[in-house]
């Protein structure tokens, strides 16, 4: 199924596939679940993540974080390890969504054994629930930005003009976000067929392929593309029809991930949204 009414028309952002400006409750209790995991209940390993014991294990990270993060008192809570975990759960689950980010960078900026591997487990899971951040390095950083979900969100809200193409996007972002099985191979095709799609229109040939139609856009109908933006469709094109590539069978899946999927669809919407643009400043009905 594709986008609902609500988010084909912009009523509900195609932002919140990506989780942008929020983190909803799975995305948030699995964060908690590895900061839990990797910095809470592994006080048994406090001679490989510190080479200290359990209580100066416990006293640094309560120290730490009240004195460096919250800039809380840190005799607040004085019934034990217990009761800070309590306030570190608490805050967690009700915090502002930027704020946890801000914990979780924190955290990770200890000088702690344990870094790397909660940086590459939180990245792991904020690629499956969709999220618009990463870890990069120390930092978190955003992985989509608001000039691109503009893109998409306009390529697939003006429906009326690009008929087809608006579907394949709809889809393509369906594919990508859907967190339980996400299908990065068969969203890229849909989004390399938006731009198929698009072209067709333009030319008013339903039965030509991608590569001609670039060629016809300008001989046919007046509008004139940069040579470098054309030679670019063809080769976005060519990368998904060559022989290892998306819209024939591969062999190995494992060679198309999230950032190839996002890319592409980032980039076809916008030249759809291109394409279009260019079509009403030449006079050409799109039909």
């Given at each position: 199924?594709?986008?609902?009414?609500?988010?084909?028309?912009?009523?509900?952002?195609v932002?919140?596939?990506?989780?942008?400006?929020?983190?909803?409750k799975a995305?948030?209790?699995?964060?908690?679940?590895?900061?839990?995991?990797?910095?809470?209940?592994?006080l048994?390993?406090?001679?490989?993540?510190?080479?200290?014991?359990n209580?100066r294990?416990?006293a640094?990270i309560?120290?730490?974080?009240?004195?460096?993060?919250?800039?809380?008192p840190?005799?607040?809570y004085?019934?034990?390890?217990?009761?800070y975990?309590?306030?570190?759960h608490?805050?967690?689950?009700?915090a502002?969504?930027?704020?946890?980010?801000?914990?979780?960078?924190?955290?990770?900026?200890?000088?702690?054994?344990?870094?790397e591997?909660f940086?590459?487990?939180?990245n792991?899971?904020?690629?499956?629930?969709?999220?618009a951040?990463r870890?990069?390095g120390?930092?978190?950083?955003p992985?989509?930005?608001?000039?691109?979900?503009n893109?998409?969100?306009?390529?697939?809200?003006?429906?009326?003009?690009?008929?087809y193409?608006?579907d394949?996007?709809?889809?393509?972002l369906?594919?990508l976000?859907?967190?339980?099985?996400?299908?990065?191979r068969?969203?890229?095709?849909?989004?390399?067929s938006?731009?198929?799609?698009?072209?067709?229109?333009?030319?008013?040939?339903?039965?030509?392929?991608l590569?001609?139609?670039?060629?016809?856009?300008?001989?046919e109908?007046?509008i004139?593309?940069?040579?470098?933006?054309k030679?670019?469709?063809?080769?976005l094109?060519?990368?998904?029809?060559?022989?290892?590539?998306i819209?024939?069978?591969?062999k190995?899946?494992?060679?198309?991930?999230?950032e190839?999927?996002?890319y592409?669809?980032?980039?076809?919407?916008?030249?759809v949204?291109?394409?279009v643009?260019?079509?009403?400043?030449?006079?050409?009905?799109?039909s």
């Amino acid at each position: 199924m594709g986008l609902r009414f609500s988010q084909r028309y912009g009523y509900s952002p195609v932002r919140d596939s990506f989780q942008v400006n929020d983190i909803d409750k799975a995305l948030r209790a699995s964060l908690w679940n590895n900061v839990k995991v990797t910095y809470f209940d592994r006080l048994s390993d406090g001679a490989l993540v510190m080479r200290l014991s359990n209580f100066r294990y416990q006293a640094y990270i309560i120290n730490t974080l009240f004195k460096d993060f919250f800039k809380e008192p840190i005799d607040e809570y004085s019934e034990g390890w217990s009761s800070y975990k309590k306030y570190f759960h608490d805050f967690f689950l009700k915090a502002e969504w930027y704020l946890l980010y801000d914990f979780i960078e924190f955290l990770s900026s200890l000088d702690l054994e344990v870094s790397e591997e909660f940086k590459d487990s939180c990245n792991q899971i904020l690629e499956r629930e969709m999220s618009a951040y990463r870890f990069v390095g120390d930092y978190i950083t955003p992985i989509i930005d608001e000039v691109e979900i503009n893109e998409i969100e306009t390529a697939i809200t003006q429906k009326t003009k690009t008929k087809y193409a608006a579907d394949h996007l709809s889809n393509a972002l369906d594919l990508l976000s859907d967190r339980s099985n996400p299908d990065y191979r068969n969203s890229i095709k849909e989004a390399i067929s938006a731009v198929e799609s698009i072209c067709k229109l333009i030319v008013g040939d339903s039965k030509t392929t991608l590569g001609r139609a670039i060629n016809k856009i300008e001989s046919e109908t007046g509008i004139i593309l940069h040579t470098d933006l054309k030679e670019g469709l063809k080769k976005l094109y060519h990368y998904t029809s060559d022989s290892a590539g998306i819209r024939h069978a591969i062999k190995d899946d494992s060679t198309v991930d999230f950032e190839d999927a996002k890319y592409m669809l980032v980039t076809c919407s916008a030249f759809v949204n291109y394409l279009v643009a260019k079509a009403e400043k030449a006079g050409v009905e799109i039909s």
